[in-house]
């Protein structure tokens, strides 16, 4: 069963980026468009951009459009998130998951645990 594991957040400044990895296990990534989401203190999670399994990106906030950029090495069975010019409201907890397709439901027991991102000076 596939497993996802988030990895590279941390505390960055204001204007500053991260990128972070999404790393499969038990299977591979080539069969499935992988989601970017996000959950911030006392708000719902919400969607940032997928990543198809043809490298084709769906973004699901139009506000992070430009600022968020989404890759995949499917010979890493890894998926990235590269995210520039951060804001204090960027502070959350970042995730990944899978879906068949972009815009789909995401696969039950999909969604990694999570990295925390805090952009703060």
């Known amino acids: 069963q596939l497993q996802l594991v988030e990895s590279g957040g941390g505390l960055v400044q204001p204007g500053g980026s991260l990128r972070l990895s999404c790393a499969a296990s038990?299977?591979?990534?080539?069969?499935?468009?992988i989601g970017w989401f996000r959950q911030a203190p006392g708000k719902e999670r919400e969607g940032i951009l997928c990543i198809s399994r043809s490298v084709g990106i769906t973004h699901y906030a139009d506000s992070l459009k430009g600022r968020f950029i989404g890759s995949r090495d499917n010979a890493k069975n890894t998926v990235y998130l590269q995210m520039n010019s951060l804001k204090p409201e960027d502070t959350a907890v970042y995730y990944c998951a899978a879906q068949f397709y972009c815009s789909g439901p995401i696969q039950p027991g999909s969604w990694g645990p999570g990295t925390q991102v805090t952009v703060s000076s």
């Open positions: 038990g299977s591979t990534l080539d069969y499935y468009a």
